[in-house]
């Protein structure tokens, strides 16, 4: 798996979240906020803030806390990973069922960006990135 490409360290930003499903809709205002002061067109910010609560909501469904979760913006694309403590690096590709409302969240997040994965981060931890095209002056 290809590792994530490595923005402009000066805009960046880090969330240390509990591992709670209502983190993702707090957190998803945030991000539109933080790509507004970074100057992100409005439809990539959508974008960036769609990928960043579907990697968190998948984090809170399937791995454990706490969550940390970087925001990175550069001159082309965002990049949103979440580091979640489980060890599995793998989340699968979701299959949904179309009578279900879940199972989507993988599929939204290849459908917006250019590239995603998965890494190892240590014995008891996994990180999920993606990277969402983006207009950044």
Same mark, same amino acid.
Do not use: F, I
């Given at each position: 798996?290809?590792?994530? #490409?490595?923005?402009?360290?000066?805009?960046?930003?880090?969330?240390?979240?509990?591992?709670?499903?209502?983190?993702?809709?707090?957190?998803?205002?945030?991000?539109?906020? =933080?790509?507004?002061?970074?100057?992100?067109?409005?439809?990539?910010?959508?974008?960036?803030?769609?990928?960043?609560?579907?990697?968190?909501?998948?984090?809170? =469904?399937?791995?454990?806390? #706490?969550?940390?979760?970087?925001?990175?913006?550069?001159?082309?694309?965002?990049?949103?990973?979440?580091?979640?403590?489980? #060890?599995?690096?793998?989340?699968?590709?979701?299959?949904?069922?179309?009578?279900?409302?879940?199972?989507?969240?993988?599929?939204?997040?290849?459908?917006?960006?250019?590239?995603?994965?998965?890494?190892? =981060?240590?014995?008891?931890?996994?990180?999920?990135?993606?990277?969402? #095209?983006?207009?950044?002056?």
């Amino acid at each position: 798996m290809a590792e994530p #490409p490595t923005p402009a360290p000066e805009l960046v930003r880090h969330w240390s979240l509990p591992a709670d499903p209502e983190v993702a809709s707090r957190v998803r205002s945030e991000v539109l906020q =933080q790509c507004a002061d970074w100057h992100v067109d409005p439809k990539s910010s959508a974008d960036v803030a769609l990928v960043a609560d579907e990697l968190l909501t998948n984090a809170v =469904q399937h791995g454990r806390g #706490p969550l940390l979760m970087t925001v990175r913006a550069g001159t082309t694309h965002v990049y949103v990973g979440v580091v979640d403590r489980a #060890p599995d690096a793998s989340p699968g590709v979701a299959v949904p069922d179309a009578e279900s409302e879940s199972g989507r969240g993988l599929a939204v997040v290849d459908a917006l960006s250019t590239s995603w994965g998965t890494a190892q =981060q240590a014995a008891a931890s996994k990180l999920v990135w993606a990277t969402v #095209p983006a207009s950044l002056p």
